[in-house]
């Protein structure tokens, strides 16, 4: 028979910091993760900004309407989406409005965001 070495207090030292280790290596993958979520949710949203600010800028150009069909679907689909999405939204707050919704954005899309904060306060 082989007698361990180890007295059992040793030995549940030892599990315990290969459990902390592990729980420290999916810590942070969960905060790569979410960082990744933040990085694409920003993308996604400055990219709504993006193409309404380009339809308001064109059709202006062009002495068109502005309050297309298309712009009031596309503008309430960035609404859907900050609602849906309203438990990342209140975490990215604070970049959202110093990246995003600042105030050179067309007022009309502004206008999106703002009623949003007002339907989560």
């Known amino acids: 028979a082989v007698v361990s070495t180890q007295s059992t207090g040793e030995k549940r030292k030892a599990l315990v910091q290969a459990a902390e280790e592990e729980v420290g290596h999916y810590v942070k993958l969960l905060e790569d993760a979410e960082l990744s979520q933040k990085e694409v949710f920003l993308i996604v949203v400055q990219r709504f900004i993006m193409i309404l600010t380009d339809h308001i800028v064109r059709s202006e150009q062009e002495s068109r309407y502005t309050q297309t069909l298309w712009f ?50």
Request: proline share 4%; net charge positive.
């Open 72 to 121: 009031r679907c596309t503008r309430d689909r960035l609404r859907q989406t900050l609602v849906k999405h309203r438990r990342e939204v209140k975490r990215y707050m604070v970049t959202l409005q110093t990246l995003l919704f600042t105030p050179e954005v067309e007022p009309k899309i502004l206008e999106c965001f703002s009623q949003f904060k007002g339907y989560i306060a």
